[in-house]
Structures are given as structure tokens and as C-alpha cells.
């Protein structure tokens, strides 16, 4: 096969086994981890000072010059492996956020090596449940949330996790609670957020943001991207499913508000039973809003969604959906994407030569080099203690906002506990990132590392992470036992 130049014939398969090999070379880790430690005239780490080197020219001293030319090399294998020139990967590294994230990559690469899933440095997003104050009482709500607990970080408190996110190389924070946008310090902590480098998303149910002035204020404090929940094309079934009246008027309206403003737009819907049928409708709806996607959540069995186990949905169900999500990328003004790991397992069977997409929780690549699907299996699904860390709003950590609040889930806690400590050694988020550990039918599943399953609808349904995802067709006698029982009780 040619590759872009046309001149050589290369193997993109071999040539990321290559990148492989020489990223996992001893010496270049050793050459990595040297990185990592801070450079005293710089006052930034050796990593950042090389790669501002490299990439602007940037004057540096001997030692970082001398640890840019090995890092340049690496980079230029790795941008020949994924198909990319080495001026559009320079191009790249302009946007704060990707050099963020590559200097992720690289310090995953110095500290993991190069697994299959990828571990990057730090999470590439914090999705952070800012209080548990909310102004709705949602059937499938995962917090349970209502007024505020007593234990949550006070102002002075979230400013200083903050800045351990930041300080730790995290790229995204996403406040999300309960509903943040009526938390009385968000502005403060969104534009502290925003200062220190942090992208800055928020998860709302939009009810406050139908008023445009208040929206305003979101955007003046600094929000990049907002997620607005609508759950049905019926103003009425949103509005009783989210207990508001008008709820479902105002959340359009809050989408609409954004929309006109340069900030990203996200409507989201749990898919649940009783709305499985309005995907199409969903997408034209948020299309008309003016949205820039729309995110199908995967239901999840746990906090006030462990009651109502009835409103999930079949695998085979699962499975159609995620069909007509994939067609939808390529038919519609919006990007469709999926909470749902198997989202991948399913683009897989579908891409062909025209529509060629790796589908993940927070972006779908598009590609057109077949054989660049072998960084589905580094991206791998489902990104928890990987890609996602999520906070409680007292500083709790868990693997994903998913999970349910358990000691046994429990990672530590963001003010007492070293970030960096815990992100390398942590047993629970070891387990989660090796897909070897999986039982079941996802442990022989050719698709695992790819998707590797819901952990935390496998916690949810059977109280072991790396239980096997009930959700999947592979796992639908699993399904079936679930359902029979529950009818049972
Ligand atoms: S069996 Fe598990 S890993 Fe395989 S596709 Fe299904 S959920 Fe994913
Ligand atoms: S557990 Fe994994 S697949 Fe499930 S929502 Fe969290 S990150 Fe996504």
C-alpha cells in the first residue's frame, strides 16, 4: 500500500509496531521518565521544555535541547505510524489542548510503555460532581441527588483540587453534579479552571441557562463546551421523567442560547426504554437546536437507576441503536456519539472504504487508511481509570462518574491524597486497564480491546468490575437471567 507521499510502499500495521517498539525501547522510556522531572531553568518540566523546543524553536538549555532531538525522533516515527505528516503534527501541537494531550501520551509512554489499551500520564478528563444540590429529581439519576451534602470542598478547597488537576497534566475538567449551574461559586471555579489551562465543560440539565443573561455568564467566565440532557422528543415524558414542568422547554432553549454563541453544544440522552424509538428524531431535533452533537448515554444501573432496572434496554436493542448512531455520522449536520464501548465493536463491522470512524465517549475519528483501525485498540473502549477519573463533591475519587459511591471503588481522595501516587498504582484502576483480568465471555471476546465492555454496568449488575457487560449481544443469556430474576422479585 502507498502511503501519503505515494513514494514507499509501507505497511501502517508494521509501521506501528514500529512506533511501538521503539516508543517501549528501555532507552527511550528511560529517555521519557528523564523528562518528566523539572527543568530548573525552565521552570516547566524537561517534556514541555523539549517539546516547546521543537515545536516553536524555542530557546531551551543544552540538557533539554539534547533530550528534544531523541524526542523529535520519536514523535516523527509516531507521526509516520498514525498516518500523519510531521508538519501536520507540529500544526497541531499549536492548540494548547493537544499539546496537553500529547505530552499525555508521552508521559503514559514513559511511565505504562505502550499498552494495548493506551494509559496516557493523567486522565484526559476530570468529570467532577461539583455538589449534589439539584433542581430536578430524575428517574435514572446516577447521584441520587437532591440538596447538598454536608461534606462538600468548600470554595477555598476546590480552587486547591483544581490546581492538583492542573499541576498533574489533566486536559479536561467537566463540572457536573447534581446540577452545577446552580451551584453559588461555578462562575468562580469555571474561570479558575480556565486560568490554569484546564478545558472547561459542564453537564446541565439547562433549566437556568433558558434565561440568556445567565447563560452569558457562563461564557464570559470561560466555558468551552456545555452537555445539555433533553431525554425525549415529548416535552411532556422529559418533563415527567425529570419531575419540572417546563423542563423540557427550557433545556431547548438553554441548547438554542449556546448554540448562537462559540462554545460546543452537546444535547444528551439516556436511552432507556421508553425512548429507544426517537434516536432519528433525537438527532434532527438536535441538529435544529443548533447543536454540535448529540451523546447517547448508556442507561446505568446504579444510584436511583438500580430501581428502575426495567427502563434498560436489550442487548440486541443495544446493538440496533448503535447501528443507526454510526449511520448517523454520515447522514446528518451532528456527530453521533455513544456511552456505550460497544459503539466500537459495531463501527468496526461497518466502516467501509466511504465512512470510517473510531468511535469514543468524547470525540469519533475519522480515518481513511484502513489500517489505522489498529488505534481503536489503543483508544480501547471503555475509558475508565484511563482516559476519565471522576470527583465527588467532597474530593472523592473514582474510576468514572458511573460507578457507585463504595469504599471498595474508592481511588482516594484529591486533597489528601498524591494524584500522581495514585495514577500509577492504584489496584482498581490497574484491573480496570487490563483487559486480561475481564471474565466471561468479554475476557475471550476478539473485540476487548476495543471496547471492553461498561464497567460500571458490570459493577452495577454484578458487583465486579470486571464482571462481563450484560449489555452486549455476547452476553445476552447474562440478559436474559437479569431480566428473569428481576420479574421474579
Ligand atoms: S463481549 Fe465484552 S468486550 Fe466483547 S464486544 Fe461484548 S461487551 Fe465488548
Ligand atoms: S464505565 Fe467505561 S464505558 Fe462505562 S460510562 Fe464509564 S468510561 Fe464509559
Request: proline share 4%.
Amino acid at each position: 500500500m502507498l502511503d501519503k507521499g505515494g513514494e514507499e510502499e509501507t505497511n501502517m500495521g508494521d509501521m506501528i509496531n514500529t512506533f511501538k517498539r521503539i516508543a517501549e525501547n528501555p532507552l527511550s522510556r528511560l529517555l521519557i521518565n528523564l523528562m518528566l522531572h523539572k527543568c530548573r531553568k525552565d521552570n516547566k518540566t524537561r517534556l514541555e521544555a523539549a517539546l516547546e523546543n521543537y515545536i516553536k524553536d524555542r530557546n531551551c538549555c543544552m540538557e533539554c535541547k539534547i533530550l528534544s532531538y531523541f524526542l523529535s525522533n520519536i514523535i516523527k516515527t509516531g507521526a509516520k505510524a498514525f498516518g500523519v505528516t510531521e508538519e501536520e503534527l507540529k500544526e497541531q501541537m499549536n492548540d494548547p489542548y493537544w499539546l496537553q494531550g500529547l505530552i499525555n501520551v508521552l508521559k503514559g509512554i514513559g511511565i505504562f510503555g505502550v499498552r494495548r489499551p493506551f494509559v496516557p500520564g493523567a486522565p484526559f478528563q476530570v468529570v467532577w460532581n461539583i455538589t449534589h444540590r439539584c433542581n430536578m429529581n430524575c428517574k435514572h439519576c446516577y447521584e441520587t441527588a437532591g440538596t447538598p451534602r454536608k461534606n462538600e470542598l468548600d470554595k477555598k478547597e476546590v480552587i486547591e483540587a483544581i490546581n492538583i488537576l492542573a499541576d498533574n497534566g489533566v486536559t479536561s475538567v467537566a463540572f457536573s453534579g447534581g446540577e452545577p449551574s446552580i451551584h453559588p461559586n461555578i462562575l468562580d471555579y469555571i474561570s479558575h479552571a480556565r486560568e490554569r489551562g484546564l478545558y472547561v465543560a459542564m453537564a446541565t440539565n439547562g433549566y437556568i441557562l433558558a434565561d440568556e443573561g445567565r447563560c452569558q455568564k457562563f461564557i464570559d467566565a470561560g466555558l468551552q463546551f456545555v452537555q445539555v440532557s433533553i431525554d425525549s422528543l415529548d416535552p411532556n415524558v422529559h418533563d415527567t421523567f425529570r419531575g419540572v414542568k417546563g423542563s423540557w422547554e427550557r433545556a431547548c432553549k438553554a441548547v438554542k442560547n449556546f448554540s448562537a454563541h462559540d462554545v460546543f453544544v452537546e444535547v444528551a440522552m439516556t436511552v432507556t426504554a421508553e425512548n429507544h424509538h426517537q434516536i432519528h428524531g433525537m438527532m434532527e431535533l438536535a441538529h435544529h437546536l443548533g447543536a454540535d452533537w448529540l451523546m447517547l448515554f448508556n442507561f446505568i444501573p446504579t444510584g436511583r437507576g438500580m430501581e428502575n432496572i426495567n427502563l434498560d434496554i436489550s442487548p440486541a436493542r443495544r446493538y440496533r441503536i448503535l447501528q443507526d448512531a454510526y449511520y448517523g455520522n454520515f447522514n446528518n449536520d451532528i456527530q453521533v456519539l455513544s456511552t456505550a464501548p460497544q459503539f466500537a465493536r459495531v463501527a468496526e463491522e461497518l466502516n467501509s472504504c466511504d465512512n470510517q470512524i473510531i468511535p469514543t465517549h468524547f470525540y469519533n475519528p475519522e480515518y481513511t487508511n484502513p489500517d489505522l483501525k489498529q488505534l481503536a485498540d489503543f483508544i480501547g473502549g471503555c475509558g475508565a481509570g484511563r482516559f476519565y477519573l471522576s470527583l465527588e463533591p467532597n474530593g472523592d475519587i473514582y474510576p468514572c462518574v458511573f460507578f457507585p459511591h463504595k469504599d471498595e471503588l474508592r481511588i482516594g481522595n484529591i486533597l489528601e491524597d498524591d494524584f500522581e501516587k495514585l495514577w500509577k498504582n492504584n489496584r482498581i484502576l490497574e484491573a480496570l486497564r487490563d483487559r486480561e483480568k475481564l471474565h466471561g465471555a468479554c475476557h475471550t471476546c476478539k473485540s476487548r480491546n476495543i471496547c471492553g465492555g461498561c464497567r460500571a454496568r458490570a459493577y452495577g449488575y454484578f458487583g465486579d468490575v470486571c464482571a462481563p457487560d450484560p449489555g452486549c449481544i455476547n452476553n445476552k443469556n447474562l440478559w436474559h437471567k437479569i431480566k428473569e430474576s428481576a420479574l421474579a422479585k
